[in-house]
Structure formats: C-alpha cells, structure tokens
C-alpha cells in the first residue's frame, strides 16, 4: 500500500497567499527530498534533508524534516504564479536490508494559482 | 548533452507490439533509474543500474518489462507485448553517486498503448 502520503492532493491559493504540503511516511526515512514538476514538465530536484529535525530555506521555500524522520513539510511564502506544479517529497525507506537509493514518492500536491 | 535525454517522447503502439525506450543519462553518473509515472501520480520505481550492473529490477511490473545498460552508459527499456495499462510515462533519471543523491530526470517517454 500507500507508503509515502502527501497532503493535500490539490492546492489552488491566490497569488501572494501561503502554501504548505504535508509528507508522511509509514517508515522511516534516511533522507527525504523534494522535487517539483511543472505541468508537462519532468521532476526537478529541489532539496535534500538528512538530519531529524532538520529545516532549510531556499528564498521563499521553507522545507522541515520530522524528528521521528517520517513526516516533511514544504513551505511556500507569498506564492508567485511562477510557484505552479506538482511538488513531491520522496526518500529511500529504511527497513532491515533496505537500500538508499530506491525512492519511494508520495502522489504529490498540485499547486495552482491565480493571479 | 547537459542532461538526461529520453526518445522518444511520445511512442503509440497497439496492444501486442513490442516496444524500446531509450536513456541517455548525464555523462559520468554511475547511477541509473527507471521509472514508470501514472497521471496524476508519483514516479514509481522500476529498475535501478549501477554502471552496467542492474542491481535492483523489483518495480518491473512483470516479465514483460526488461532494461539493460551493457556499456554503463545509454539505458534500454524494453515492453514485450505490450497492454492497455502499460501506457504512462515512464522517466528516466541518473545520479553522480551509487548511494542517494539528487536524481535528475529527463523528460519521459509518454506511452499509449492502443
């Protein structure tokens, strides 16, 4: 089943407004990233987190790694059309002979907004 | 080229047929993935090469799927006999590293089967 969760599964803000996606894992991860695809577009790497309880800015991105390393959230401040797409948060799961370089995906949250 | 390049970009087949899907990675990266994307879902791991070796082929659907990387470079991924549910886009990526990295993708081969 599901391993990785994201929510919400849409997100339209008007332009200047806030976003947040929320990841969850069923398992604990030794590394999350996050990547972002524009419509029509492929996955693009944004951001790895390492550490537990580990928090990062890019700009106006804002990106947090759970203590227990099974939940991310990303955080976007006053959100600009140029913010429009799929955001997916992804990580190798760790598990007794599991490996670091298979990722597993969340669906990804779809962001739009209006100008 | 600067990344990772994927022909086509589109493919049709009719069910049945046999398909091949091609995977130039970023020169110089050891790692290599496949991986298949439904709309509206997450990429879904299919196979992953270190240099020519495939060390992981867990997320091949089935026996139908098959990828190879004999030279450490340019990836095939081959659909024998193709169904109605293989259609997607299936994405390619490469990283520098054997261990988790940043992955960078190409743009996808975007598969019909009809």
């Known amino acids: 089943g599901q391993q990785v969760m994201q929510i919400p599964q849409y997100q339209h803000v008007q332009e200047g407004e806030d976003f947040t996606t929320y990841c969850n894992s069923s398992?604990?991860?030794?590394?999350i990233q996050w990547y972002k695809q524009r419509p029509g577009g492929h996955p693009v790497f944004l951001i790895q987190l390492v550490k537990s309880g580990e928090v990062k800015k890019q700009k106006r991105l804002t990106f947090q790694f759970g203590e227990a390393k099974k939940n991310s959230s990303l955080h976007i401040t006053a959100t600009q059309t140029t913010d429009v797409g799929t955001y997916f948060c992804a990580g190798p799961l760790m598990r007794s002979g599991g490996s670091n370089y298979k990722l597993t995906f969340g669906k990804g949250t779809l962001l739009t907004v209006n100008p | 080229g600067a990344g990772v390049s994927q022909s086509p970009r589109y493919k049709v087949a009719k069910r049945g047929q046999d398909v091949a899907l091609r995977c130039d990675p970023i020169?110089?990266?050891?790692?290599l993935f496949w991986y298949q994307q439904a709309l509206g879902q997450g990429p879904e791991f299919l196979t992953y090469?270190?240099?020519?070796?495939?060390?992981?082929k867990s997320g091949l659907p089935s026996d139908r799927f098959f990828a190879e990387r004999p030279e450490g470079s340019v990836s095939t991924l081959k659909i024998q006999r193709t169904q109605q549910e293989d259609s997607a886009v299936y994405l390619c990526?490469?990283?520098?590293?054997?261990?988790?990295?940043?992955?960078?993708f190409g743009d996808g081969t975007r598969l019909s089967i009809l």
């Open positions: 020169s110089g990266h050891v790692s």
């Open positions: 090469f270190q240099n020519e070796a495939q060390l992981d």
């Open positions: 990526a490469s990283s520098l590293a054997p261990t988790s990295q940043p992955q960078h």
């Open positions: 398992t604990t991860l030794s590394n």
